[in-house]
């Protein structure tokens, strides 16, 4: 009987340890690195969408990267334009960024360090390494 108990102890002990890590809330940086990515995510998805209106195509770009300080420029450019407001894609888009935004200047604004501060490089997104086979 002892070593079922022990195995049952052993078993709650380690589900609360994995309930437990998987509970911790995301730091200030994971939270703003990955809506950066859901949002340039969604501006690809929605530049190269059939369906949408054709005002999308003249939206300013929208490749983020968030260790770059002209990103907060890029961020208030893209929420502030004044196109494509009937798109509710769009919208929902500028919601986004308009959240990553204020996350970044208030939230986490001592939580963050950026790297660099060249606003060419959030114009023309580096392209990810060809894999030779």
Request: with cysteine; charged share 25%.
């Amino acid at each position: 009987r002892l070593p079922t108990m022990k195995m049952l102890l052993l078993l709650i002990a380690l589900l609360s340890a994995v309930l437990l890590a998987s509970a911790a809330p995301p730091t200030c940086y994971s939270r703003v690195l990955a809506l950066s990515k859901e949002i340039t995510e969604s501006f690809n998805e929605l530049q190269t969408s059939k369906t949408v209106d054709s005002c999308v195509e003249a939206l300013p770009r929208l490749y983020l990267d968030i260790h770059n300080y002209c990103v907060l420029a890029k961020l208030r450019d893209f929420v502030a334009y004044p196109g494509c407001d009937r798109v509710v894609e769009v919208n929902e888009l500028k919601e986004k960024t308009r959240s990553l935004y204020t996350i970044l200047i208030s939230y986490c604004r001592r939580d963050l360090v950026f790297l660099t501060d060249d606003c060419n490089a959030l114009e023309i997104p580096i392209s990810p390494p060809i894999e030779h086979s």
